[in-house]
């Protein structure tokens, strides 16, 4: 399994290369800008993109898709419970002045529960609502499996839940509920910041070690 993490953009949120070394075949999650450098990385390690996964529609994971999909066409996946989210991009990029992202289509419009392959990489899409309503999670098995969390769980805290369509106890239910569960030595690869294990999280999260969720 290939993974490359990318910080990208004013905000610097998390975009992931993750391929099939056996495939060549790769996917990017959460394509917030600098697009000719993910495609840099697509091109180091002989990818070839097959889908990009977007873990939800705010501006910093999806301002560019509209320049990954010119460079190099794939298929958008995406919760629909965040199609409001992405209608209102416009309204994001004025909150933060940033310019307004050319619109995209999505091909796909997740429920949550959906089996994913990559090559020889399996995984589940979980869709683990409290940072907005479509926040979604993408699992992969194998020998070394991990969780593409999104902004729902960061190494030593969570996701804000401020925003529009946010919601701390929904997301505390998302965390107990749907990743709780999941073994300890998983690798969870945030939408920012390092990533971090179940088990560290379990000890050292405070919104998780202190409320024994």
């Not at 609502?129 to 992969?140: K, Q, R, Y």
């Not at 529009?164 to 920012?192: F, V």
């Amino acid at each position: 399994m290939i993974i490359e993490t990318l910080p990208v953009g004013p905000l610097q949120s998390n975009c992931y290369i993750l391929g099939c070394e056996k495939s060549r075949l790769g996917w990017v999650i959460d394509p917030g800008d600098e697009a000719p450098r993910i495609v840099a990385l697509l091109d180091k390690h002989g990818l070839t993109l097959n889908s990009i996964f977007c873990t939800h529609a705010h501006l910093d994971h999806v301002a560019g898709l509209a320049d990954l999909k010119r460079i190099r066409p794939a298929r958008v996946w995406m919760h629909e419970k965040d199609l409001p989210l992405f209608q209102n991009l416009a309204q994001q990029a004025a909150w933060i002045g940033l310019d307004t992202p050319e619109p995209v289509e999505i091909e796909n419009w997740l429920n949550g529960g959906e089996a994913v392959t990559l090559g020889e990489l399996t995984g589940q899409v979980l869709h683990t609502p409290g940072h907005s309503p479509g926040s979604c999670s993408l699992l992969i098995d194998g020998d070394t499996p991990c969780l593409f969390s999104g902004d729902t769980l960061f190494r030593e805290s969570i996701g804000r839940t401020d925003l529009w369509g946010g919601s701390y106890e929904t997301l505390i239910h998302s965390m107990a509920q749907k990743i709780l569960p999941l073994p300890g030595s998983l690798c969870i690869y945030p939408g920012h910041g390092p990533s971090t294990t179940l088990n560290h999280e379990k000890e050292y999260n405070p919104f998780i070690h202190n409320r024994n969720i």
